[in-house]
């Protein structure tokens, strides 16, 4: 059920840069979140890591941060969007429960997810 194929995930650059120019964006200390209203992409994710964060054993550190955040709350996310991840230099020193919920938060104020399926509007019912 909390798997992340990899058919949901952008591959080709075409894909991402389309997601970085038309999508829209939000940011905070840890990444900048790209969402992109779509048909064509629907349900896709990327995910990337500049080189300016470090050397590659970082940057997939963080890249594995990313997926499994998103991983955990994909079943929480509305159909026709396709999501771009970009981690930050904030992300580099810190643990994955930190990033799940700088995810959530962000996802909740770009407005990403299902409202009834958030775990905070559950709590309030």
Do not use: H
């Not at 580099?92 to 995810?103: A, G, R, T």
Request: proline fraction near 2%; aromatic fraction near 8%.
């Amino acid at each position: 059920m909390l798997t992340l194929p990899r058919k949901k995930m952008l591959k080709r650059r075409s894909d991402f840069q389309r997601v970085y120019r038309t999508g829209r964006s939000w940011a905070n200390r840890y990444f900048v979140l790209y969402v992109f209203k779509t048909d064509c992409l629907d349900g896709k994710v990327g995910f990337a890591a500049g080189k300016k964060l470090g050397c590659a054993v970082v940057r997939n550190r963080v890249k594995r941060l990313l997926r499994e955040s998103y991983r955990k709350n994909q079943a929480m996310i509305r159909p026709g969007l396709a999501l771009l991840l970009v981690g930050r230099k904030g992300m580099v020193d810190v643990k994955c429960d930190v990033v799940e919920k700088s995810f959530v938060s962000l996802g909740r104020k770009a407005g990403i997810f299902i409202d009834s399926a958030s775990p905070d509007r559950k709590k309030e019912k």
